[in-house]
């Protein structure tokens, strides 16, 4: 893979480092507060051996000027230490289009507009339907003229190109895909038999592969959580293995990913652009401490 090199993982703070980063923090917060009683022309340190200073005094400006150079001079430190405590950080694993084959892939299932089936799409506006090539890729070119403009109108997308677009970069090295769906009349779990179905007809490559169900709100962020949990606690053995997909779904779906890779630095998301090529990008999120997976 033509992937480019990750940032340096950054060195995890010393206990001394980080006590002086809260003292230095304990400092500023008191040197603020002095400093804001000092611009309102109140006395300064009262309790102070040798008197308090008055406003007006050469003195007291001289103390308020010197507390706002060393709560600027704190300020600097606890930023430039600080990026070293950053508690996760971003790393692009690989180029779009240049993802890393994978075992196990998790799809998030939207529930798609058009009513597939091998010969084409049915069911869209006013009963409009959709001829497809029987086989990849002349079957997503057709999918994605849906959408483009042509006489001046354009049709719903269909759902599940991105789906298929997602699955085309680990098909030679697929051994389990799981699907999880949205519950309830509208939700997407009911369409997982037509869509696994759709997956063996344009991959029959994978027509021996495990393709398993899984049902969760695409709302609720605990259940969705536990659910790819237990997906990966099932596939313990080889979590680098594990690709999750945020194509589909909603905001929630890619929020869990994101902290599934920070428990998991082992494992990355994906997602398809729908724009343009199409391209899939893969990312990871991981813990600032944290050496970066082996690729």
Not at 49 to 76: E, Q, R
Request: charged share 20%.
């Amino acid at each position: 893979m033509n992937a480019s090199p990750p940032p340096p993982a950054a060195r995890p703070a010393s206990l001394a480092l980080k006590i002086a980063l809260a003292g230095v923090a304990f400092a500023v917060i008191l040197l603020e507060s002095w400093i804001a009683d000092g611009l309102k022309g109140d006395e300064l340190f009262p309790w102070w051996p040798g008197g308090k200073l008055k406003y007006g005094d050469t003195a007291f400006s001289c103390a308020v000027g010197g507390m706002i150079g060393l709560a600027a001079l704190g300020i600097g430190f606890l930023y430039r230490q600080g990026r070293r405590l950053l508690p996760v950080e971003v790393r692009r694993i690989g180029r779009p289009g240049h993802v890393r084959p994978r075992a196990v892939l998790v799809l998030p299932v939207s529930t798609p507009r058009w009513q597939w089936s091998p010969s084409g799409l049915d069911g869209g506006p006013d009963g409009k339907t959709w001829p497809l090539p029987p086989t990849l890729p002349a079957a997503l070119a057709e999918m994605a003229r849906l959408a483009a403009p042509g006489d001046g109108k354009t049709l719903p997308s269909f759902a599940w190109e991105q789906l298929l677009r997602a699955i085309a970069p680990h098909a030679d090295r697929l051994q389990r895909i799981v699907l999880v769906g949205s519950p309830g009349a509208r939700g997407s779990f009911a369409t997982l038999p037509l869509c696994r179905q759709m997956i063996r007809h344009y991959f029959p490559s994978l027509d021996a592969i495990a393709i398993d169900e899984r049902e969760a709100s695409f709302d609720a962020l605990d259940e969705l959580l536990d659910c790819y949990r237990e997906i990966i606690a099932g596939e313990a053995a080889r979590k680098s293995e594990i690709m999750l997909d945020v194509t589909g779904g909603t905001k929630v779906v890619s929020i869990v990913a994101a902290i599934v890779t920070v428990e998991h630095p082992e494992i990355e998301f994906q997602y398809v652009d729908t724009e343009g090529e199409k391209a899939v990008r893969s990312f990871n999120i991981v813990s600032a401490a944290e050496p970066p997976a082996a690729a």
